[in-house]
């Protein structure tokens, strides 16, 4: 089966620029994750996803992030504006449901802001 | 709140040396506990997990034991290889209704021939 896709790989903005990163889950999952992962770090969940409904979203910076999933497919999120400390890899994963089955990971976007 | 603990590296070994990664958790509740494993410009890949206590996981040669007594689940491998050369995270999975996964810091593994 096809992967989590996402794009685009990397992304170099200057800070206060704006960015969309893209993803499209595995085919047939209805849980969608997006998560930061910080140089040196582990993932840090920003939002879920089951079907277009948020799930949690009790870690995003809601002042400059956003995201949306409006068919219950793809998503994308986006910062607006963005600042030094979101550069980061941003990953995307998906799974069957909300604690059914493991999670799969994107190959994520590496973000750089200067 | 939840939270897990791995020792820190890199962890530095030579080819079909024993592996040992510790890795420890804070919750409340029952989680279940993961390992998985990143490629250098790749995304995460489910090692091996373990849902209840004193339940084991094993993939690849990879094994960890869910220990509730000493919220543990370190990971171990018998014999190395330069192929395993990865950055590994645990992970526990909060039985709530988000089913949130929380990632340790993660450990690099750098095997050498």
């Known amino acids: 089966e096809a992967g989590v896709a996402q794009s685009p790989r990397y992304k170099i903005i200057e800070k206060r620029q704006s960015v969309a990163f893209w993803c499209n889950p595995i085919?047939?999952?209805?849980?969608l994750y997006w998560y930061q992962q910080i140089l040196g770090q582990g993932p840090k969940l920003l939002i879920q996803f089951q079907n277009n409904g948020v799930v949690d979203d009790s870690q995003l910076p809601k002042d400059r992030f956003s995201a949306e999933r409006l068919k219950g497919v793809d998503s994308t999120l986006k910062i607006q504006p963005a600042k030094l400390e979101d550069s980061a890899v941003y990953l995307c994963?998906?799974?069957?449901?909300?604690?059914?089955?493991?999670?799969?990971f994107g190959d994520g976007t590496r973000l750089s802001i200067l | 709140g939840d939270s897990v603990t791995q020792m820190e590296g890199p962890v530095t070994l030579s080819e079909e040396a024993f592996l040992t990664i510790n890795c420890t958790y804070t919750?409340?509740?029952?989680?279940?506990l993961f390992w998985y494993v990143q490629y250098p410009g790749e995304g995460l890949q489910l090692l091996l997990k373990a849902t209840k206590a004193d339940d084991k996981g094993s993939n690849k040669g990879f094994e960890a034991t869910y220990r509730k007594e000493t919220t543990s689940f370190h990971l171990e491998k018998g014999s190395v290889q330069v192929s395993d050369s990865a950055v590994y995270f645990c992970a526990l999975m909060r039985q709530d209704s988000s089913y949130k996964l929380i990632f340790g810091s993660g450990t690099r593994l750098l095997v050498r021939p």
């Open positions: 994963a998906s799974s069957l449901a909300s604690g059914s089955g493991p999670q799969h």
């Open positions: 919750a409340t509740g029952y989680p279940s």
């Open positions: 085919s047939g999952h209805a849980t």
